[in-house]
């Protein structure tokens, strides 16, 4: 931590900058100072899947600030971008490239969703200069301090991304073990770091490298193909990302062993069908789901929210909804937009729904 | 009132953003500003401006407005309502409660909104006279005065304390006081000590500016709220008339309890368009910057229904305030007959 770093956090700079802090002051100098908060610069775009007709995918590289305290391989970052509108938007992305230390650049390998605001608007918009907020690096899904002689990967469409952070990390460390990399995708076409992975794979140390496309003709996942690939795989250490079916098809075959990470991408839900259970995050209460304001909902679950008005003015109840889609009913307008702050007092889940109360 | 509210949201946009971030650089430049000019004497004066104007935005059309969620929609840490506190005695959190909820549920409901009179003056004929408030006068002038400290102490509730139905210090008081301690020696610290310190041999001359830069802000914010509910003409409610209150008649209190100030656009940026207290207290979450727009079709709803759409200048709305905080030090002559309009105001609620 620099000179300048510590000063900007000492309770003196913080006691004459308060109640704003030294943040608020900073950025509007240049939105690359910061004492506290990480953000960074989009300092280069690289196209790795356009295919027509096929959602573009792309390598993002940022510069973060100063306060940024580098990642280990596997870990996802929250990524917050100013959309068209002036909204500030939030999504979590995975850190492709290898660890970083505070302060380095690092990458973000995203597909352009057709759904996804954040990851369309970053790799079809974003210009180079672009400032993103960011949070630290999180998640346990992780390479060990030890890292065993034998590791196999099982990823499906873009869980591919902490994969590959880790092979790369496993790549600068010079880790001679051996490594079996099986990936799932649509088609060769839509195979992201397929050179990569290829030369990879031809060099000394190489990875065990198994492309998969079950719609071109390949097999699904099947313990008795995975057995084929790597004998004995419950007792290898493995790291499985990919979207709900696979994890779904991979997890029973490693029943009774403790040797299976995985990190889950959710898909998101929208329902929008009244019905469903409403659950509550934080108390772990979770109810059908009556058709009333979230707010009367976690009451009659027995939870007692911080409320005000209760009429959508004061914003004395506003929660933090994790998943689902919701109704305000003062707007009639849904939204399902993940990890988004509503007034419970106005609004009415539609199907399930997760709170964090 | 509702499509006029939709019609608005809709809008919401870039334009807002950038607004309100435009906003909070010109506070900050001239908080910066009015800091630094205390190194040089003969800027003094204009320093103490610089940190007045720059304390008025933050309190105003910032603090006030980011604190009642207008802007939340932005998802920016730094104006949102959960997460932002202003250059003021009063914590956020503390402030939150008072006024978001109860004062703008039970607007000028006498004996449920605690802005009427804030539990020290008498600012409605429907509060009891007793010869305390002889002093009515004098109290408003030192609440102008220490405007900020006594929005502090307002969810203190001083009037339960005196009753004997609350402990000052302890029970319902004891987090309200927490929140209160850690705010205030913040700011004591900063305005009164480490300020003047950093200046070295101007240490009493920044003590003082801080402290006019204070004053400047209370005075104003003082003027601007006491407009807003309490000139001639606006309306207030009894608890039994508001019991099982529709949607529709909560709008209709809002808009007869509630008065505007006319004045250009600097006016009304320097007041947090506040003088659209109307708009406000009908729209208190949409972005205040929108009220002079929405006041056009507010008014026209008005004049379709015959309802009363009180404004005026500010000197003239101030006069009617100040006539009124001095005519209620007395008892009244007849009931409600002295504030001629108030009582006009009330029958029309009441038809």
Not at chain 1, 156 to 161: E, F
Request: proline fraction near 5%; aromatic fraction near 10%.
């Amino acid at each position: 931590m620099s000179l300048a770093t510590t000063i900007l956090r000492s309770r003196a700079v913080s006691a004459l900058t308060s109640p704003h802090g030294v943040d608020r002051y900073l950025e509007l100098v240049n939105p690359m100072w910061a004492a506290n908060e990480v953000r960074a610069r989009l300092v280069d775009i690289d196209l790795e899947v356009d295919v027509p007709g096929a959602a573009r995918v792309a390598t993002l590289t940022f510069q973060p600030t100063s306060t940024w305290r580098g990642h280990r391989a596997g870990q996802y970052v929250q990524l917050g971008v100013e959309l068209p509108g002036g909204r500030r938007t939030t999504r979590c992305f995975t850190v492709s490239s290898p660890d970083s230390k505070p302060g380095d650049r690092f990458t973000v390998t995203m597909r352009a969703n057709p759904d996804g605001q954040v990851s369309q608007h970053l790799v079809e918009h974003a210009k180079r200069g672009t400032i993103v907020h960011l949070s630290q690096a999180e998640g346990d899904f992780v390479l060990p301090d030890h890292v065993p002689d034998h590791i196999l990967f099982i990823t499906g469409g873009s869980g591919i991304t902490p994969a590959m952070s880790m092979l790369r990390s496993l790549q600068r460390r010079t880790h001679r073990g051996r490594i079996t990399f099986l990936h799932y995708a649509q088609s060769e076409d839509h195979q992201i770091f397929k050179d990569e992975l290829a030369e990879i794979s031809q060099q000394g140390y190489g990875i065990d490298l198994h492309l998969v496309y079950p719609e071109a003709g390949g097999r699904n996942f099947s313990p008795m193909e995975l057995e084929r690939i790597v004998p004995g795989f419950r007792d290898v250490d493995t790291w499985l990302c990919g979207p709900a079916g696979l994890v779904n098809a991979v997890t029973p075959a490693y029943e009774g062993s403790d040797k299976l990470r995985v990190e889950y991408f959710k898909p998101p839900t929208f329902s929008g069908v009244a019905g469903g259970e409403v659950s509550f995050a934080k108390s772990g209460v979770a109810a059908e789901n009556s058709g009333d304001n979230i707010l009367e909902q976690a009451e009659a679950a027995g939870l007692a929210p911080a409320f005000g008005c209760r009429m959508g003015i004061c914003f004395g109840c506003v929660a933090i909804k994790k998943e689902g889609t919701v109704r305000n009913v003062l707007t009639g307008e849904t939204s399902s937009l993940p990890d988004e702050q509503i007034r419970i007092c106005v609004s009415t889940p539609e199907g399930d729904c997760s709170v964090e109360l | 009132m509702d499509a006029i509210r939709q019609r608005t949201v809709a809008k919401l946009g870039d334009e807002d953003a950038a607004y309100i971030r435009k906003i909070v650089k010109w506070q900050r430049g001239l908080e910066v500003a009015g800091r630094v000019g205390f190194y040089v004497p003969p800027l003094w004066p204009a320093a103490v401006a610089s940190l007045g104007v720059s304390k008025i935005l933050d309190n105003m059309e910032i603090g006030h407005n980011v604190m009642h969620g207008q802007y939340d929609w932005m998802g920016d840490p730094g104006l949102n309502s959960r997460v932002f506190d202003w250059d003021t005695m009063a914590p956020a959190e503390n402030w939150k409660h008072g006024h978001n909820y109860v004062h703008h549920t039970y607007t000028n409901i006498v004996g449920k909104d605690r802005d009427v009179g804030y539990g020290i003056l008498r600012m409605d004929p429907d509060q009891k006279w007793h010869p305390y408030y002889l002093g009515n006068t004098i109290y408003a002038f030192l609440l102008m005065v220490f405007f900020e400290w006594g929005v502090m102490a307002h969810d203190l509730e001083a009037e339960e304390v005196f009753a004997g139905r609350r402990s000052m210090f302890r029970g319902e008081n004891a987090p309200v006081w927490r929140k209160i301690r850690k705010k205030v020696s913040k700011q004591v610290l900063k305005d009164y000590v480490v300020f003047p310190l950093l200046t070295g041999p101007f240490f009493l001359t920044t003590l003082a500016g801080n402290a006019i830069a204070n004053l400047i802000r209370n005075v104003w914010t003082f003027s601007i709220i006491f407009c807003g509910h309490f000139p001639a003409g606006v309306a207030s409610f009894s608890i039994e008339e508001c019991e099982d209150e529709s949607r529709g008649h909560w709008y209709y209190r809002q808009l007869l309890g509630s008065a505007n100030i006319t004045g250009g656009k600097l006016f009304h940026v320097m007041s947090g368009n506040l003088s659209h207290q109307i708009e406000h207290h009908l729209f208190p979450d949409v972005p205040a910057r929108r009220y002079p727009e929405m006041a056009v079709e507010v008014r026209e709803v008005c004049n379709r229904y015959g309802l009363q759409y009180n404004q005026g200048s500010l000197f003239k709305q101030l006069a009617t305030v100040y006539g009124k905080i001095f005519r209620l030090s007395f008892p009244n002559r007849t009931k409600k007959a002295d504030v001629a309009a108030t009582s006009v105001a009330q029958q029309a609620v009441a038809a």
